[in-house]
């Protein structure tokens, strides 16, 4: 690889988000308006799919290094940057305890920042700064708490960003006729919890939602990696829980799905709270009831759109009870955002200026 020395920051991410390979590239790209910046995303289980990468080689993205795990460390070892972004959702399956990639920088004398991508799931490695989604969400984006030890700024969460670039763009017509919707009905997007959290409430809720009218499931990006699916017979949770074929989103065309999609439909995922990124409502089944894991979690979910129980969803989804103005998901997003004018890569630019500068 024929790759300068030089760079002013460095991002290596161990584990990227299936269904977002693009919402990477747009982080890339805007931090390389203020800063020379080179991307390093991993290409092995927990990273790039193969097929992501040649989407990613016929786009011709620039300052991209898709690698092993091997590889990535012999480039945080032999190349010259002042800051180095790293991950801080993969790492329990990626690298487990060793945190090389935020040592090893340390150790060259960058200093190193651990970007957040979702609400909760933060493995503290080490890093010099923290960076996390907003105030709204401070108690809930790290494992540790206030115990990190290590400077909290906050910089969104580029997974988040409604972005321009697409992997793989397409009209809605084209989207339509792929997924053999209907254009002229409401599109539903059923978003599923992993597999193996699918409780016997959980797999009648995963029924209903399936047999209603143009739907259709967005997998969680681990299983759509495959992860635990042999827990029930090397089986997607779409050919246990379904009682007829659904179409299913190729998390490559997440994007699109997200833009032509008219509601979001959620049980046990936090997906919901996404939805207000796009102007689109979510629904929420049985959210209240006892045996939904959503119920569990620390933080206080905050969509826009509606709920109903499970007994109520067919009849619930043919109104406009969900239904809201543009107004609503604006003011959900400067609530829940550190700055909803903006797109992370150009609030963390900014905040590596300044702790280049040594102002922050």
């Keep these: 690889m024929n790759i300068p020395k030089q760079w002013d920051v460095v991002i290596y991410f161990c584990g990227t988000h299936a269904s977002h390979i693009d919402k990477y590239v747009y982080l890339n790209s805007r931090l390389n308006k203020k800063l020379k910046t080179l991307m390093i995303l991993d290409d092995g289980y927990w990273g790039v799919s193969s097929h992501q990468k040649t989407l990613l080689s016929k786009s011709n993205v620039k300052n991209l290094v898709l690698t092993n795990q091997e590889n990535a460390k012999i480039l945080l070892q032999n190349l010259d940057y002042k800051i180095a972004i790293l991950d801080s959702c993969y790492r329990k399956?990626?690298?487990?305890s060793n945190n090389w990639d935020i040592t090893i920088p340390k150790s060259k004398g960058a200093k190193t920042i651990q970007l957040s991508n979702v609400i909760d799931d933060f493995y503290y490695g080490g890093a010099d700064f923290v960076s996390l989604i907003s105030p709204y969400f401070r108690n809930f984006s790290h494992d540790e708490g206030e115990?990190?030890?290590?400077?909290?700024?906050?910089?969104?969460?580029?997974?988040?960003?409604?972005?321009?670039?697409?992997?793989?763009?397409?009209?809605?017509?084209?989207?339509?006729e792929k997924y053999n919707l209907d254009i002229n009905k409401r599109i539903f997007l059923w978003l599923p919890d992993g597999i193996q959290c699918q409780h016997n409430r959980a797999q009648e809720v995963y029924r209903q939602v399936?047999?209603?009218?143009?739907?259709?499931?967005?997998?969680?990006?681990?299983e759509s990696r495959g992860h635990k699916i042999n827990r029930f017979g090397n089986k997607f949770s779409y050919q246990v829980f379904c009682d007829k074929n659904i179409p299913v989103l190729e998390q490559d065309d997440t994007s699109m799905g997200y833009k032509y999609v008219d509601a979001w439909i959620c049980y046990q995922s936090s997906s919901g709270q996404e939805s207000c990124m796009y102007d689109t409502?979510?629904?929420?089944?049985?959210h209240e009831h006892s045996e939904n894991l959503i119920t569990k979690v620390q933080w206080q979910l905050a969509w826009i759109g509606g709920s109903c129980k499970l007994e109520e969803l067919h009849s619930f989804v043919k109104t406009d009870k969900y239904i809201h103005s543009i107004d609503k998901f604006s003011e959900l997003r400067k609530k829940v955002l550190y700055d909803h004018t903006k797109p992370t890569g150009d609030i963390l630019a900014d905040q590596c200026i300044k702790i280049i500068k040594n102002e922050l």
């Design 210 to 222: 399936c047999n209603i009218d143009n739907v259709i499931v967005k997998l969680h990006p681990h």
């Design 147 to 176: 115990n990190i030890d290590a400077k909290k700024i906050y910089s969104n969460c580029f997974l988040w960003d409604k972005v321009d670039y697409h992997l793989n763009p397409m009209t809605k017509k084209q989207f339509c």
């Design 281 to 286: 409502p979510a629904i929420y089944v049985d």
């Design 93 to 96: 399956g990626s690298l487990g």
